[in-house]
Structures are given as C-alpha cells and as structure tokens.
C-alpha cells in the first residue's frame, strides 16, 4: 500500500498569473527604457524578477511524499521527483521559527517541507518504523505535529496570494505614473 502526504498549496500553478503580469512589466520597461527612464526600466525590471522569485523558490520545496510499505519513497517537488529507498533517508530536522518547516535528509541531497504535508506526523512514524536509523533528535519530545500554527501559514497565504499581486500592480501604476510625470 502506497501512502500519500501533500502540500496543496506547494504543487498550485501559479504560472498563469505571473505571465498575466509580464506583458505590463514588459510594456513599461520598454517605454522606460524609450523615454529615457533608465532608473524607472530598472524598477520594472527589478519587481519582474522580484515577482519570478517568489513563485520560483516553490519549486524547490516538496509537494507530495508517497511512501510505500516496501520502504520505497517518492517525493514529489514542481520540478522533479526524486526516488529512494526509507534506508537512504538519514535524517529528518525540524525548525519552528514561523511556523514548523522540516528539511528531509536523503543521501545526494535534502528537500524543505513545509508546515501545510498533510498528517506529516503519520510520514515520520512510519519512516521511523522503516528505518530506526532515522535522525529525528531536532523534534521536540511532545511533537505530535498538531504544532502548526495555523495562523501565521493563513496570513503568509493571504499576503502571497492576494496583497503581493496587488502591490505589484500598484508598483506598475505608481511607476507608470511617475514616468509620465517625468516625460
């Protein structure tokens, strides 16, 4: 039997919006870059990539985590899938400065998870029942995984999705703005 742990929020397409903003940014940097406005092209430039980095550094974090009952492990990120075996995991630590996040330790590399893996409290027992070699000792003794703060991952959601791209198009209009006042 297969189990499956996800992050919904990790392995969402946010690609269609951001090439919804390109062609604006594109426009304005060309306008700037036309008119003269080298610092005004900069800018346009600079939150264009601003905007990339931030849907970009998702890809890097793992999405879904299918563990089979024969020690086989998948986890799953946007831009690859890495296969091994529970043995090649050696640890797995946890960090709780906003929020809890874990980075998985495998042989050849480690991947971030965040606080949204679904019933990542099952994951590790069962990986720990699978591989008592596990390094664990970064949890605290009464980790039950239930220490999510649900909280502070609904306001990063909430700034992410809605008032980021807000504040990107604000950047456009109040430096569209200024460009017209400048030429």
């Given amino acids: 039997m297969i189990h499956t742990y996800r992050d919904p929020s ?6 269609l919006f951001r090439y919804a903003l390109l062609p604006p940014f594109v426009v304005f940097g ?43 492990c998948e986890l ?16 797995v630590k946890y960090v709780s400065d906003e929020g809890e996040e874990y980075t998985i330790r495998y042989r050849g590399g480690k991947l971030d998870v965040t606080s949204g893996m679904a019933d990542f409290s099952d994951f590790l027992a069962r990986l720990k ?6 390094d664990l000792s970064s949890f605290p003794a009464d980790w039950t995984g239930s220490g999510r703060r649900e909280g502070a991952t609904g306001t990063r959601a909430f700034v992410g999705r809605a008032l980021f791209p807000l504040g990107m ?3 456009l209009v109040f430096l569209a703005g200024r460009l017209l006042l400048w030429g």
């Fill in 10 to 15: 990790v392995l969402e397409d946010f690609g």
């Fill in 30 to 72: 060309i306008l700037a870059v036309a008119s003269g406005h080298v610092v005004a092209a900069f800018a346009a430039g600079a939150a264009l990539l601003g905007l990339s980095g931030v849907w970009e550094s998702k890809w890097f974090d793992c999405g879904e985590i299918r563990l089979g009952d024969d020690g086989t």
């Fill in 76 to 91: 799953e990120t946007k831009r690859r899938l890495i296969r091994l075996h529970v043995n090649e995991i050696r640890s």
């Fill in 129 to 134: 029942t699978m591989n008592p070699a596990v």
């Fill in 169 to 171: 198009i604000g950047l």
